[in-house]
Structure formats: C-alpha cells, structure tokens
C-alpha cells in the first residue's frame, strides 16, 4: 500500500468556533486524493501571538481523527520559522503527531531565510517550504514543486483551504 499523506488547514469564525480540514492522498504530489474529512470545533483557545500551534493543534487533532494513519503532514505555514529551528506550528505539529511536516507558506516570514522558495504554476511569487520532523528540506521542495495542481498553490492545498472555510464539502471516496 502507498503511504497515506494528508494536507490540513483550520479556519476560525469571529465566535470563537473553527473548522478544520484534511485532504488525504496515496502518493507524494497528491495526484490521487483518497479521503478528505472536515471537524468542526465549538471553541478554540484565543489567539496567542507567537504561540498560534496552541490554537492549532487541538483543531488539527480533530480532524486527524477521521482520516487514516499518515506517514507525512503538509500544513499551511511554516514548519520552523529560521535558521536555527525556532519551531513554527509545522514542528509542534511534527512533534505532538510523531509525523514528519512539510510547511508550506504563500508569505514571506521575516526570519526564514532558510525556507525553499519554490515557483509554481509560470507564476513569479514563490512559495516558502521549511520541514520539522526528519525530512530533507531540498526533498520537500521538489515534493511541492511536483504537487498535482497547475497553479501556485498545490491543488490539495487549494482543497483543502476551501474545505476548512466551508466553500465545499467533503467529497465521500472510497478505495
């Protein structure tokens, strides 16, 4: 059996409530999603800055929940946030799961200069990849280089950012 990868997302209302979601792939690029699982949550912990895998975390768990074992994490932001390994929401991820991470942010962080740009899609503006957990930082950019999807973001991501915001329901799939 292929390894089960999965890309997470959480999006938090005015009210204190969030929704997280999951995409579930076989491979690597996520060229073929397996499952993809949402878990709403009735309240989170306020905003802490420099503390937001606190807010995170406990909506991450929720829907990891539903999804099968995974042997690597794909978030939305960075893994650690510079040179030295100050950890980011993707290396408490790495840690409280036991999973290799792969951060993958649309901005700049001042501080990452050892983030892999990556350019996808003929755009110019890169992504930022950084890993927490055991995995090789050049391996990771040419994982999200490889991704499925022909725009900036990986189409997984895409999905699973609009899973998170409640644009679209999970789409039942079965293997």
Known sequence: MSPAVGAVDVQYADSGRARAGLVVGDELTFDTVVAEHVADIARTAPYEP???????????????EFGPPLELLVIDGYATLDPDGRPGLGAHAAEAFRLPVI????????????AAEVVRGGGSRPLYVTTAGGVDLAEAAQMVSAMAGPHRIPAALARVDRLARGREQPELRMR
Do not use: D, N, S, W
């Open 103 to 114: 951060g993958v942010a649309k901005t700049p962080f001042r501080g990452a200069t050892h």
């Open 50 to 64: 420099g503390a937001l895998y606190r807010r995170e975390l406990p909506c991450i768990t929720a829907v990891l």
